[in-house]
């Protein structure tokens, strides 16, 4: 990423159909309970209460997978640890190579426990702009076949869909050479409205954070992105400000954008940003952050829809600071997060 943010690849872990439908039959288990045996029902967690929480908690998800593993090794203080995370409803990136497979499958998964799946769009052509996340679709019609599968595998059931972070700021900040900017407003207008068109879809197009600059310098470009059709925005996805920080940003935006709501994401802000080391890498796995307010639509303002965990704690933002690859687990660094929690 571009010196404000590395939101990392798409996480992994997707799971089958039919281990979601194991893995929820086997949800009798949370922190406190049984262990029974290591590496089995013990890594599955059950669902936060639905009225402060609506959001679905993968019980195969990556950090449940981990703490199964910890328990199997012996290792019960840091499997503990890990269920600050596992317990949670993270957000789940969606791979372009099997799109609409993935979304039906994790929208179902939802439906099934009540709840309400949490997705991300991050494939834009020209992501990243070469950094730790380069990539994205090829073209302006492999994005749009893209958003496709994933309308097509949501369908009717319950989503929550961030759309493409850092895809407007990059825009703004000169990262995104201008030979693009045309084309991606479009593909993120055609998106939103694409999206937008299914039953019980929510639309938040990412809108940067406290710290990369002015609310002035993006309004405008929301606009053209499609945030008029938009349920609202998302601000410090990936990133550490807090929640206070980032909702008066929020609310700034806000008041240029009509009033839109937005979300927050919580994941890893609970000891605020990284003020060390080269600024430009600020944002890159920073040492001592920790875990912040837990997913919840109960919030600090009527301008905020949910605190979110965007940012899937325990993934690097890429190879730098010791860090696998962007949107690989790294187990030392989700142990950080939750024993410098107080949640």
């Known amino acids: ?6 939101v990392g690849a798409f996480a992994g872990g997707r799971a089958s159909a039919a281990v979601l439908g194991a893995a929820l039959l086997l949800a009798g288990c ?6 029974k045996k290591e590496g089995s029902a013990a890594a599955v967690v059950t669902q936060q209460p639905k009225e402060a929480d609506p959001f679905w908690v993968n019980p195969d998800g990556v950090a449940a997978r981990e703490v199964g593993e910890l328990l199997g090794d012996g290792r019960k203080a840091e499997a503990q640890q890990l269920r600050k995370i596992a317990e949670q409803p993270a957000a789940e990136w969606i791979n372009p190579e099997d799109a609409e497979e993935q979304a039906r499958e994790l929208t179902e998964g939802a439906d099934k426990a009540g709840r309400r799946a ?31 599968a ?48 299914l039953k019980n879809t929510t639309v938040y197009l990412d809108a940067g ?57 919580t994941s890893r802000n609970g000891n605020g ?52 690859k962007a949107g690989e687990w790294w187990e030392d660094y989700a142990l950080d997060l939750a024993r410098s929690s107080t949640t």
């Open 1 to 6: 990423m571009y010196g404000s943010r590395g």
């Open 30 to 35: 949370s922190s406190g309970g049984d262990d």
């Open 118 to 148: 949490v997705l991300v769009l991050y494939n834009i052509p020209h992501r990243d702009c070469g950094q730790y996340s380069q990539g994205g679709a090829t073209d302006g019609d492999a994005y749009r076949d893209f958003v496709d």
């Open 150 to 197: 994933v309308a097509e595998g949501v369908g009717d059931r319950p989503a929550t869909v961030v759309l493409e972070p850092d895809a407007v700021l990059h825009l703004v900040d000169g990262c995104t050479p201008q030979e693009y900017h045309e084309e991606r407003y479009d593909l993120l207008k055609g998106a939103v409205t694409k999206l937008k068109g």
């Open 209 to 265: 954070n406290a710290g990369w600059g002015d609310p002035d310098q993006i309004h405008e470009p929301l606009k053209w992105a499609g945030i008029e059709q938009a349920d609202g925005f998302a601000v410090n996805v990936s990133n550490f400000y807090t929640t206070e920080d980032s909702i008066a940003y929020g609310k700034k935006l806000s008041a240029k954008v009509g009033g839109k709501h937005f979300v927050v994401d």
């Open 273 to 324: 940003p990284y003020t060390e080391g080269d600024p430009d890498e600020r944002w890159c796995n920073p040492p001592g952050r920790a875990l912040g307010e837990t997913p919840t639509t109960r919030t600090a303002d009527p301008l905020v829809d949910a605190y979110l965990w965007i940012k899937r704690p325990g993934e690097s933002d890429g190879e730098c600071k010791g860090g696998p």
